[in-house]
């Protein structure tokens, strides 16, 4: 029976519980400068673009953990083009040169997963994929940047407090007249990590393995019935003749 719940459990946490992924609880997102709005095949572009973590702020692993880049995809064709670090933290820029086609624009991100940029057409132009999670509303964001900032800066943030110090002020408006950067993408508030919490798909699928384990316990623990002495394999009948 103890054997029988082990193998049920298994079962029920391959099918309810998400795989760990690699450096769970941390997540980046890529920014780009104003790109290109044409691009032709065979011509040289430098792109700049901003790696942040959680959507707000430079990474704060060590530097070799942050090789970045500019990666293109047409099937099984790949093209990368390494980033070169900017003065900015956060901050690279990749020389580009890009064949006729169709491709997925993706910004390498060290530790992290690629971030999804959209679609590039050559020639032609880049067709920005929507972010993947919802933007962040209010709060507080940190200024880690002088003069020069990530395109999406402060993002949705209500408040601004300058990194090193703790004076916060309120986040500037944008100007109605400043066009936006074509890839700009707001910051990310995606479900809690291990950091921020489990993730709503871990703490559903724990429930439902918690269910699993008290019923199948309960099972357990219930008593068999007796069976009558006459059908138990142990009781023997002697009848004297």
Same mark, same amino acid.
């Not at 530790?111 to 020639?123: K, S």
């Not at 919490?197 to 008290?214: E, N, Q």
């Given at each position: ?40 095949p ?20 060590p ?24 003065p ?25 997963? @690629? ?8 020639? +032609?132009?880049?067709?920005? /994929? =929507?972010? #993947?999670? *919802? &933007?962040q ?16 800066? @402060? ?8 990194? +090193?110090?703790?004076?916060? /002020? =309120?986040? #500037?408006? *944008? &100007? ?29 699928g ?36």
């Amino acid at each position: 029976m103890t054997r029988r719940i082990l193998a049920a459990l298994a079962v029920v946490a391959a099918v309810l519980l998400p795989a760990v992924p690699a450096n769970a609880g941390a997540w980046a997102v890529t920014e780009l400068d104003t790109f290109p709005q044409s691009i032709e095949p065979g011509a040289t572009y430098t792109i700049g673009y901003w790696v942040l973590q959680h959507g707000t702020h430079p990474f704060e692993g060590p530097e070799s953990d942050m090789r970045t880049g500019l990666r293109l995809t047409q099937g099984s064709k790949v093209l990368d083009f390494p980033g070169t670090p900017l003065p900015e933290p956060a901050h690279f820029a990749a020389t580009i040169q890009v064949p006729e086609g169709t491709w997925k624009l993706e910004g390498v991100q060290g530790i992290f997963a @690629p971030y999804n940029l959209g679609r590039l057409t050559v020639p +032609g132009g880049l067709e920005v /994929a =929507p972010p #993947p999670f *919802p &933007s962040q509303t209010g709060g507080t964001v940190t200024d880690h940047w002088g003069p020069v900032k990530p395109p999406g800066f @402060p993002w949705d943030a209500k408040h601004v407090v300058t990194a +090193g110090t703790t004076a916060t /002020a =309120p986040a #500037p408006v *944008p &100007s109605q007249s400043a066009a936006p950067a074509p890839a700009a993408a707001s910051a990310p508030a995606p479900a809690a990590r291990a950091d921020d919490g489990l993730p709503w798909g871990w703490a559903a699928g724990g429930a439902a393995m918690g269910a699993v384990a008290v019923f199948l316990a309960g099972r357990l623990r219930r008593p068999r019935p007796v069976p009558p002495a006459g059908d138990r394999e142990d009781t023997y009948v002697i009848s004297r003749g």
